[in-house]
């Protein structure tokens, strides 16, 4: 599987408008499986900035096939690069307000707690 991937991987990359393939040269393919060496899919924000910068490069050099280029044979992909826009606070969903120990009322003692003289 490892020569496959080497002689013939694709890079996933998850956008807005769906996932597109980009063949990468040897050397390249041999850092990205470097890179997805642990994870299958990665969001952009965990990697470092040298290898955002990479990722980056290699979506501007225009790569991007189709994933059966091959004489019809799907390729196989050294990993997948999430590369949606960040969440923000406004579009994520309302959590429940917590409560607190603040916020907890205690009942009186039933009984007086007050020293005896």
Not at 84 to 109: C, H, K, L, Y
């Amino acid at each position: 599987m490892w020569l496959e991937k080497i002689s013939a991987g694709v890079l996933r990359v998850l956008t807005p408008l769906g996932p597109r393939y980009i063949k990468p040269s040897l050397s390249q393919r041999v850092y990205l499986l470097w890179i997805f060496r642990h994870f299958q899919v990665l969001p952009m924000q965990v990697l470092t900035p040298g290898q955002r910068k990479f990722m980056d490069d290699l979506c501007v050099e225009l790569r991007f096939v189709s994933l059966s280029e091959a004489n019809g044979v799907e390729a196989p992909v050294l990993g997948t690069l999430e590369r949606q826009p960040p969440v923000t606070a406004t579009e994520m969903p309302s959590r429940r307000p917590s409560t607190g120990i603040s916020d907890v009322r205690f009942a009186p003692a039933p009984y007086n707690l007050q020293r005896r003289s």
